[in-house]
């Protein structure tokens, strides 16, 4: 019998891989929402100024943070 496929992961998904977020431990989505995504996206802000385009806020936090929403419910 085949395994069925693995999902791919959605392209927001992607933007975090390998920056130290045990999935165990929700992964960087959970940590948007503890710390709020306004606050997340001031630090990612203040991260490209100091280091670059590299640290360019994604729109997906842009857009949660200007709404006031959150990843998980």
């Known amino acids: 019998m085949k395994?069925?496929?693995a999902?791919?992961?959605e392209p927001t998904e992607l933007e975090f891989v390998d920056l130290g977020f045990p999935p165990f431990r929700g992964?960087?989505?959970r940590?948007?929402?503890?710390?709020g995504a306004?606050?997340?996206l001031?630090?990612?802000q203040?991260?490209?100024q100091q280091h670059g385009k590299r640290w360019t806020p994604?729109?997906?936090?842009?857009?949660?943070a200007n709404s006031g929403k959150r990843f998980y419910p």
């Open 31 to 35: 940590y948007v929402d503890a710390v």
């Open 46 to 48: 203040g991260y490209e």
């Open 58 to 64: 994604t729109p997906v936090l842009v857009e949660i």
């Open 27 to 29: 992964g960087p989505f």
């Open 7 to 9: 999902p791919v992961p």
């Open 38 to 40: 306004g606050e997340a």
């Open 3 to 5: 395994a069925p496929p």
């Open 42 to 44: 001031k630090r990612i």
